[in-house]
């Protein structure tokens, strides 16, 4: 019984160092992608998940919100005020009027190309700190 609750607490004492891990790379992801780009980490996921796409191909709501792991409301909100910024582009689906795309626009493009190598440069940073001894 005591081995199991050693193995246990140390999953637990585990779990917390990779949050804190975790934790500490997103706020030097939004405070580097802030200052240098205007963007946080979370528009930047967003522009990465549209860029993905490749060319003119839109996501659906629904599908972008699963991909960059935000509820539907929180995406609304950030899709919004990307759009507003026009980084990117809402259009309703033919088939479905229900049914919101999402498309990069060349302006957010232009915005993701220049801040993608900031956020490689933190997580390589983030990746070094993780692996040393």
């Not at 967003?46 to 995406?75: E, F, I, P, W």
Request: with cysteine.
């Amino acid at each position: 019984m005591a081995r199991r609750r050693d193995l246990d607490d140390e999953l637990a004492r585990s779990w917390h160092e990779l949050m804190g891990q975790y934790h500490r790379t997103v706020c030097a992801l939004d405070r580097e992608l802030e200052s240098q780009h205007g963007i946080s980490g979370s528009d930047f996921e967003v522009l990465q998940q549209l860029y993905d796409a490749g060319g003119d191909c839109s996501l659906r709501m629904n599908d972008l919100a699963k991909s960059v792991h935000l509820t539907q409301s929180a995406l609304s909100r950030l899709v919004a005020r990307l759009e507003k910024d026009g980084l990117i582009r809402r259009t309703m689906c033919e088939d479905d009027r229900r049914s919101v795309f999402t498309t990069i626009t060349p302006a957010g493009k232009t915005v993701f190309e220049s801040a993608r190598p900031t956020q490689r440069a933190v997580l390589r940073d983030a990746a070094a700190v993780t692996s040393a001894p």
